[in-house]
């Protein structure tokens, strides 16, 4: 049996572009669905690669809304440390709330708030309780008490403002 050329060759034919056309849906689907994926060097290139402010910002949040989600959280942790070098001017607090957010869903719980009581103490006193707290230097003026100020002193041979002429002297 002698083979059909031209059959063999329409029925390739057929097939190579029904797969060609396989391929190419398949591949315009994908660009207009990627799937999220946190790959830094993506954000930093969009930060490197697009100059102006407004058009890197659009990019950058875009980018956090698709991919954020699926970043870990180291890697959310160093895209927010290094936001100034790689956003620069496009940096803004609506980009940085938008990876606080997504920091706090990675950990599972929101920032810890600092207490009045944890501003007043210094760092020195951090383990120490109050009631171990060295006494303050100044005792705080009590009411009706007057308040005593330093008389300016001239230094011999000084510029300072205690060496001045008096109004009026010459």
């Not at 002698?2 to 572009?17: C, G, I, Q, T």
């Not at 949040?61 to 496009?90: A, D, M, V």
């Not at 997504?102 to 599972?108: K, N, V, W």
């Not at 308040?147 to 300016?152: D, L, S």
Request: proline share 10%.
């Amino acid at each position: 049996m002698k083979p059909n050329f031209r059959l063999l060759f329409l029925a390739f034919s057929w097939m190579a572009l029904g797969l060609l056309g396989q391929a190419q849906a398949a591949t315009s689907m994908s660009k207009s669905q990627v799937a999220p994926r946190c790959m830094v060097a993506e954000i930093r290139a969009i930060a490197f690669s697009i100059h102006h402010p407004n058009e890197r910002y659009v990019a950058i949040s875009e980018w956090l809304n698709r991919n954020g989600p699926s970043c870990s959280l180291e890697k959310l942790q160093y895209i927010n440390s290094n936001r100034p070098n790689w956003f620069g001017h496009s940096d803004s607090p609506a980009l940085g709330q938008i990876l606080d957010q997504f920091i706090e869903i990675s950990t599972g719980a929101p920032p810890k708030q600092v207490t009045a009581e944890d501003k007043e103490r210094s760092s020195l006193l951090a383990g120490t309780s109050r009631a171990e707290a060295p006494p303050p230097v100044v005792a705080p003026a009590a009411a009706g008490q007057p308040i005593v100020v330093a008389p300016v002193v001239a230094v011999p041979g000084g510029k300072g403002a205690g060496n001045a002429a008096p109004p009026g002297a010459k």
